[in-house]
């Protein structure tokens, strides 16, 4: 079975540019998060996905952060304009249902300078 | 609002000695808790969850335990080996309009040879 794949692995930008990552979870997972985390500290979770459908963005900056689940499968988070806080890894994570097991993808490493 | 703190941060231990890693959270209202394992830049890697009627899990060498009433949970590794060196988390599931992980910070695990 393919585990959660993400991309880019690694981007590097400058402050006030955009930047995209896509997430592709494992098949049939309904459920869709995705945490930044900061270096030093565990995850937080910036928004939950129900198939297409946004059940938690409580912790989510909207007015820089937005993020969408094309179809119930894919997802892209997008950061526009990126500040220099914005450096961290941001993990994507799937679940069958809610509250069942989450399984983690490789995560993108992200710099703004 | 659930917090979750893991003690201590970092930990050297030199191989083959078991070992506890710990943790505690601030309200008791969680559905589960779970360990997971996260290696550089690599994702989480889930390996104990304990429903919240549960007192303890195991796999393998590790084992888990969970005292609801107290806001504590205990990782337990038997017998130290070089690869279970890595940063191991503790999570609660929430339900917080959805059911969602609160993270801790992590402890770093060094096992030396």
């Known amino acids: 079975e393919a585990g959660v794949a993400q991309s880019p692995r690694y981007k590097i930008i400058e402050k006030r540019q955009s930047v995209a990552f896509w997430c592709n979870p494992i098949s049939g997972h309904a459920t869709l998060y995705w945490y930044q985390q900061i270096l030093g500290q565990g995850p937080k979770l910036l928004i939950q996905?129900?198939?297409?459908?946004?059940?938690?963005d409580s912790q989510l900056p909207k007015d820089r952060f937005s993020a969408e689940r094309l179809k119930g499968v894919d997802s892209t988070l997008k950061i526009q304009p990126a500040k220099l806080e914005d450096s961290a890894v941001y993990l994507c994570?799937?679940?069958?249902?809610?509250?069942?097991?989450?399984?983690f993808g490789p995560g993108t490493r992200l710099l703004v300078l | 609002k659930q917090e979750v703190t893991q003690i201590p941060a970092a930990l050297s231990v030199p191989e083959g000695e078991n070992l506890v890693l710990n943790c505690s959270f601030t309200d008791s209202a969680i559905y589960n808790l779970q360990w997971f394992r996260q290696d550089p830049g690599k994702g989480l890697t889930s390996l104990l969850l304990i429903q919240s009627s549960q007192r303890e899990q195991t796999s393998g060498r590790l084992n888990a335990s969970l005292d609801k009433s107290s806001g504590r949970s205990t990782l337990y590794i038997a017998a130290s080996q070089p690869g279970d060196s890595a940063t191991y988390l503790c999570a609660v599931s929430i339900i917080q309009g959805a059911q969602k992980l609160v993270f801790g910070q992590g402890t770093r695990l060094t096992i030396n040879p």
């Open positions: 996905f129900q198939n297409n459908g946004v059940v938690d």
């Open positions: 994570a799937s679940s069958l249902w809610q509250g069942e097991t989450q399984y």
